[in-house]
C-alpha cells in the first residue's frame, strides 16, 4: 500500500493529535484502557522489528526479553524481597538488563540463520520462562509477584489510574517510533537492511556482520524490556505465564501483518490485533477463527503486509 507523499507526511501528525485528543474525546476510562494496552504492544512490535524486519533476525523468543525486564522492575520495586527502587531508575535499568540478555542470546547464536535461529529463540523464551517459574524462592514461582510499585509523579501515585499510565505509555511509544524512523536511514539501520538482504554481500562490503547482529539482538531486547517494566508497574503483578510463546507470536504476527522492515507496519499491526479481542468481545467462539482467517488472506493476497515491502526476510 502506497500513501501519496502528502498524505504520507502528514499522516503522523494527523496519529499524534487523535492519540492525544482521545483521552478528551473519550472519558471512558475502558476504552482509554485499550488504547494503553494498544501503545505497550506498538513499542513491543516495534522491538521486535528491529531484529525481524530491519536486519533479518527470525526471533520467536522476544517475549523472553519482555519478561526479563518485568520481573527486573517486579523483584526491585516489591515486598518481594524488601526493596522498592525508584520506578523511575527500574524503567531504563530493566531495558538495561533485558539488552545484556539480548547480547547474551544474540554470542551463541551469531551463525544460525532462517528457520535454525527461530528454533533457538523459541528455546530460549521458554527457557526463561520455566526459570521464573521454577525459581520460587527468588521469583514466587508460578504464583508470580504482586503488589507492585506504581510511579509517583510530583507526590501524585499512578496507583490503578488509567489516564497517567495512557500518557506514558504512547510518550514511549512515541519515542520508540521517532528512534525507528531515525534508524531507517541511520549506518547502523543501512548495515542492518543490507545484512538481511544479502550477509555475504553485506560482510565483503565491509560490514561487520557479528558486531551488527548483536546491536539488533541487544536494541530490540531492550525496547521489549522496557515495555515489560512498563506492563508491570501498571499491572502490579507478573506471573510467567503472561510471557510464554504465544505471546511471542503474537508480536511476530503484528510485525507481519503491518508490514516488516517500515515503521508504520508493525504500529498499524499492533494497533489492529490489539483492539481485535476486545472489538470481538461478543464473539468468542468465532474470535480465533476470524483472526486466523485474516492471516491466511493476508499470505495470500499481501504478503509483504498492509504498509510493507515486496520481499521477505533473508534466508
Wanted: glycine letters at 12%; proline letters at 5%.
Amino acid at each position: 500500500m502506497t500513501l501519496p507523499p502528502v498524505v504520507a507526511r502528514r499522516a503522523p501528525w494527523g496519529v499524534a493529535v487523535a492519540v492525544a485528543l482521545l483521552p478528551v474525546a473519550v472519558p471512558n476510562d475502558a476504552v482509554l484502557d485499550v488504547a494503553t494496552i494498544a501503545a505497550l504492544y506498538v513499542t513491543l512490535a516495534l522491538s521486535l522489528n528491529i531484529t525481524v524486519g530491519y536486519a533479518g533476525l527470525l526471533n520467536l523468543g522476544q517475549a523472553a526479553f519482555y519478561a526479563v525486564g518485568a520481573y527486573t522492575y517486579a523483584l526491585l520495586a516489591s515486598p518481594q524481597h524488601g526493596m522498592h527502587l525508584s520506578p523511575w531508575l527500574l524503567i531504563p535499568l530493566s531495558g538495561a538488563v533485558a539488552a545484556l540478555a539480548g547480547l547474551l542470546l544474540g554470542l551463541p547464536v551469531l551463525r544460525l540463520r532462517g528457520d535454525y535461529l527461530a528454533i533457538v529463540t523459541l528455546g530460549f523464551g521458554e527457557i526463561v520462562r520455566i526459570t521464573f517459574t521454577n525459581l520460587v524462592g527468588l521469583t514466587n514461582g508460578p504464583n508470580g509477584i504482586a503488589d507492585i510499585d506504581h510511579p509517583r509523579l510530583f507526590g501524585t501515585d499512578f496507583g490503578v489510574e488509567v489516564r497517567p499510565y495512557y500518557w506514558l505509555f504512547w510518550g514511549v511509544a512515541g519515542l520508540v517510533i521517532l528512534g525507528s524512523r531515525r534508524l531507517e536511514g541511520s549506518r547502523v539501520g543501512r548495515a542492518w537492511m543490507a545484512i538481511r538482504e544479502d550477509e555475504l554481500a553485506a560482510a565483503a562490503q565491509g560490514i561487520h556482520v557479528t558486531w551488527f547482529k548483536l546491536q539488533a539482538f541487544a536494541a530490540g531486547a531492550a525496547v521489549a524490556g522496557v515495555c515489560g517494566a512498563l506492563y508491570a508497574c501498571k499491572q502490579g503483578h507478573v506471573a510467567p505465564d503472561s510471557f510464554g510463546f504465544t505471546e511471542s507470536v503474537l508480536l511476530l504476527a503484528m510485525v507481519v501483518l503491518g508490514g516488516m522492515g517500515t515503521v508504520a507496519g508493525p504500529v498499524l499491526g499492533a494497533v489492529i490485533l490489539a483492539v481485535l479481542p476486545y472489538a470481538l468481545l461478543g464473539f468468542e467462539s468465532w474470535r480465533m477463527l476470524v483472526f486466523g482467517g485474516a492471516m491466511v488472506l493476508m499470505m495470500l493476497f499481501r504478503p509483504q503486509g498492509l504498509i510493507g515491502r515486496r520481499g521477505g526476510l533473508a534466508a
